[in-house]
Nanobody
């Protein structure tokens, strides 16, 4: 019944921007910590960003801090990831996720094991 659907990925040149969207059904996004993860072939899933239930606290991986911004639109029940100054190393499948263990933000890491509901992913490819 819970469904997360990502969109907004694509091909961009280094230095470009994309905004990813995650539309939720079967849940209200303000009731959960939600996050973005990414995974490149042969690599472990990496926590990119997360946002608290009230939107006041966020997490960003060091590799994206200052370039990416996470936000919620409560009226549209949608999670966003605004990505600026994209680099080739940002190339990955990006996944939207909802927590299952009641994590608290802020924190200094983000683990995939703490999230139990996942979208299907949207591909981001950044060319040099």
């Amino acid at each position: 019944q819970v469904q997360l659907v990502e969109s907004g990925g694509g091909l961009v040149q280094a230095g470009g921007s994309l905004t990813l969207s995650c539309t939720a059904s079967g849940l209200t996004v303000d009731d959960y910590v939600m996050g973005w993860f990414r995974q490149a072939p042969g690599k472990e899933r990496e926590g990119v960003s997360a946002i608290s239930t009230n939107g006041r606290s966020t997490y960003y991986a060091d590799s994206v801090k200052g370039r990416f911004t996470i936000s919620r639109d409560y009226a549209k029940n949608t999670l966003y990831l605004q990505m600026n100054s994209l680099k080739p190393e940002d190339t990955a499948m990006y996944y939207c996720a909802r927590d299952v263990v009641g994590i608290v933000l802020p924190r200094n890491d983000l683990k995939a094991a703490d999230f139990g509901y996942w979208g299907q992913g949207t591909q981001v490819t950044v060319s040099p």
